[in-house]
């Protein structure tokens, strides 16, 4: 096990979001490290969403609430006075923010102003950090990876949230944080990430998941979209060691963070439905492309190499291993096993693996 996870034993942290995907398999692990955890957040959107199905409500604190709403958001701040602050909460569907622009960039945007009005306001606070997308970058289709100094931007509503919301960040920063003593706020940016206990609508795993479950053909609408793919360990793995070494060096390790697979996490959508489908046992795919469909970028990754130099970070698990971790969950939950002992046994053996 990394020496760093042993920092949460008895931190108090705020994680906004803890009932989406990310934000339940973050909250169970900080749990697990001995951190008294809180989340903020909507309800769980399915009964079979990962937040529900591992018990997460017994197991933490959770404030429901909207991050739209400031005055209930300052509450919970003014309440439990976090030590440590993970923002996950956000409208997360490229395709949802084209049919509901204004709930995107109300609840990226706006609703990210209201948590920096909060951390503003919160003097227990040491460590930030400010979770957004890899498609925060104005996307040029490279075939290299995007470095966090690169323009910012986005064709979709969604894009162009994320990447509104790190420019609200930055001047957060210039404003008011950067001049305050003992604090530090990063934001985080990863690519598409992989795991048990997403069902999301309109996202290519859970739609492949689902009709493999349902013996159904799994249909792909924008098959040649190419991605960096990897388990959704590996960017929390990424924000949790950089949240330690904020507390550690607030100023140092301030700033935008990219969080990725190596370049051979690099696949189409045609090639990981492929890879899901064999490690299944199973299935067959259609590709049903629509003539009016929604703008979906082509190709986007990240350079990583700041993370690698500075944190020590690397991915632990390759395409391979990821597919396989992603599969046994979604294979053990539906033929009945613990959906909470499966999470626990995947955060544990992330921590005891090496770096690839």
Not at 42 to 65: S, T
Not at 75 to 97: C, G, I, T, W
Not at 186 to 209: K, M, T
């Amino acid at each position: 096990m990394d020496n760093y996870f042993s920092f949460f034993a008895g931190k108090r942290v705020l994680v906004t979001g803890d009932t989406g995907f990310k934000g339940a398999w973050l909250c169970l692990w900080l749990k697990d490290l001995g951190a008294e955890v809180v989340g903020f957040a909507l309800p769980p959107e399915r009964e079979h969403d990962l937040y529900r199905v591992i018990g997460l409500e017994n197991l933490i604190h959770h404030v429901e609430g909207d991050i739209r709403d400031e005055a209930s958001l300052r509450r919970v701040f003014d309440q439990f006075q976090p030590e440590l602050f993970f923002h996950l909460a956000a409208q997360a569907l490229v395709r949802r923010s084209y049919k509901e622009p204004k709930l995107t960039f109300d609840t990226n945007v706006g609703g990210s102003v209201n948590v920096l009005e909060a951390v503003r306001r919160t003097p227990s606070l040491r460590a930030v950090i400010y979770v957004t997308s890899d498609k925060c970058y104005k996307n040029q289709e490279w075939v290299w990876g995007y470095r966090e100094n690169d323009e910012l931007g986005g064709h979709d509503p969604y894009s162009a949230s994320k990447a509104a919301a790190e420019m609200v960040l930055a001047g957060y920063w210039q404003s008011f944080f950067a001049a305050r003593p003992g604090l530090g706020v990063a934001s985080v940016r990863a690519g598409n990430v992989l795991g048990g206990g997403d069902w999301a609508e309109d996202r290519v795993v859970p739609d492949i998941i689902r009709n493999l479950m349902e013996r159904r053909p799994v249909t792909l609408r924008h098959p040649e979209a190419t991605r960096p793919w990897q388990h959704v360990l590996e960017p929390l793995g990424g924000y949790l060691l950089l949240a330690v070494r904020l507390y550690e060096s607030p100023k140092e390790f301030a700033g935008p963070w990219n969080f990725g697979p190596s370049g051979e996490g690099m696949r189409s959508v045609h090639q990981l439905a492929e890879e899901i489908i064999a490690g299944w046992g199973e299935g067959t795919i259609r590709i049903e492309k629509q003539a009016d469909v929604l703008h979906e970028a082509g190709m986007l990754h990240l350079n990583c190499d700041k993370a690698r130099r500075r944190l020590g970070w690397r991915p632990k698990w390759d395409l391979a291993r990821t597919v396989a971790e992603t599969v046994r969950w979604y294979k053990g939950y539906h033929h009945d096993e613990s959906p909470l002992a499966l999470s626990r046994s995947q955060i544990n053996n992330y921590m005891e693996s090496g770096n690839d």
